[in-house]
């Protein structure tokens, strides 16, 4: 296969295929092993907190493992990554399937978000130096695109094998699937060297990350993550009391998401990265707000408008670093990455606070039952709106800071 990258024994395609099989390894782990806690809370006799902690493991181990793995990746390679990343989610699967303790299964949501983690680390940067221009910013929008696609799939696979009586840890064996792909895909496979040779060092990274440039991308990183994954958490839970379907919007929601990744690369081509990023803060923010007024068969009219708003941010962003800060290298990434979970875990406790304060509220009102559900976790949503509404401001200042950079690197040119 044809390779974009000067050294001719890099097989980047290959190398490609091989890490969208590893991050559908990580989306099935959202799926199914968020699946069964359910039932595994009730087989071991947990407490909601206990659940909780096993599931808070998984978002742990994700940003620990990318930031260790982008300060490493230029020192032990992206291979070696890996093949922690496949220790990792196998010896965390097998946990999950046989432990039967609640020690065990802190221990193997710990290794899956490890493994997890490893995966964004180590392909993030591999697809940047393995594709060159539009290309590169292509092919990450089409590598993330397995993501939510991972997720529907994995859903999907989940609901045919409970409705034939597999259920359960039984259901995590699937995991094991994608998993042993991407490592016979990724064996024997030389990975590409750093663009930029201060890209390969940490001081060069350091120096690189230091500056207002990629400050900037963080904060909006930290917004953009809490804006697609704070009302993915909240929404179906808030909409299955306005007479719409939650599964059904989650699966239109992850769906559209895969779909827009998989053309990623025209848009940008089109629009550029921060063009794509700017529309895409004004559709998230006309569907949350959306999700916060609407009900019924409008709620899957503001899921498409969501999906479609959110469907780029987390790919561009990373892409935005690789492209606009190039000596942060594969660090670089990890860090706006991980900033992005980060964001994520820390968000999420403050928006279940708005939620009871809102439902104090409407409780106050005369609300009861599922109205009362429905008026504060449309409050919330309209809180939401912030996160969005925000980048709009942010991106079309970054809009108009790169497109000065570029006239004056063409005037110096010149």
Not at 59 to 86: N, R, S, T
Not at 239 to 248: D, M, Y
């Amino acid at each position: 296969m044809e390779s974009s990258n000067s050294t001719s024994k890099v097989n980047a395609n290959r190398l490609f295929y091989a890490s969208c099989f590893a991050l559908i390894t990580t989306a099935f782990s959202f799926a199914i092993a968020a699946g069964i806690l359910d039932q595994l809370k009730t087989e071991l006799e947990l407490s909601a907190s206990q659940a909780g902690l096993i599931t808070s493991m998984w978002f742990l181990g994700f940003p620990i493992a990318m930031v260790i793995g982008g300060l490493i990746y230029h020192k032990v390679g992206g291979k070696v990554i890996m093949q922690f990343a496949f220790f990792a989610h196998t010896t965390g699967i097998l946990l999950l399937i046989f432990s039967g303790s609640y020690t065990g299964l802190l221990v193997a949501n710990l290794l899956i978000g490890l493994g997890n983690g490893c995966t964004e680390a180590a392909c993030n940067p591999m697809i940047a130096d393995a594709y060159k221009g539009n290309r590169m910013s292509t092919m990450l929008n089409r590598f993330h695109m397995w993501f939510p696609g991972g997720i529907a799939v994995g859903s999907l696979l989940s609901g045919f094998m409970t409705d034939f009586g597999i259920i359960g840890q039984s259901q995590v064996w699937l995991l094991i699937i994608p998993a042993l792909i991407y490592a016979y895909l990724f064996y024997g496979q030389t990975w590409p060297k750093a663009k930029i040779e201060e890209a390969a060092t940490i001081s060069g990274n350091l120096k690189g990350m230091f500056t207002p440039l990629f400050l900037f991308i963080a904060i909006c990183m930290a917004l953009t993550a809490i804006s697609e994954f704070g009302p993915n958490q909240w929404v179906g839970l808030i909409l299955s009391k306005s007479g719409a379907e939650p599964t059904l919007i989650l699966a239109l929601t992850a769906g559209l998401m895969a779909v827009a990744r998989y053309f990623g690369g025209s848009m940008v081509a089109k629009f550029n990265q921060t063009g794509v990023l700017l529309g895409s803060a004004v559709l998230a923010t006309l569907g949350i707000y959306l999700f916060s007024t609407q009900t019924g068969a409008m709620a899957y009219v503001a899921a498409v408008i969501f999906a479609l708003g959110v469907a780029y941010f987390w790919p561009n962003m990373i892409g935005l670093a690789a492209t606009k800060t190039p000596k942060t290298g594969a660090l670089g990434m990890s860090i706006i990455g991980a900033i992005g979970m980060f964001s994520s875990s820390i968000f999420q406790p403050i928006i279940g606070g708005w939620i009871d304060a809102d439902r104090a509220t409407a409780k106050a009102q005369g609300f009861t039952g599922d109205e009362l559900e429905l008026v504060s976790g449309q409050d919330t949503l309209g809180t939401m709106v912030l996160f969005p509404a925000i980048l709009i401001v942010l991106f079309t200042i970054l809009y108009f800071w790169l497109k000065n950079k570029e006239n004056k690197v063409e005037v110096a040119a010149a």
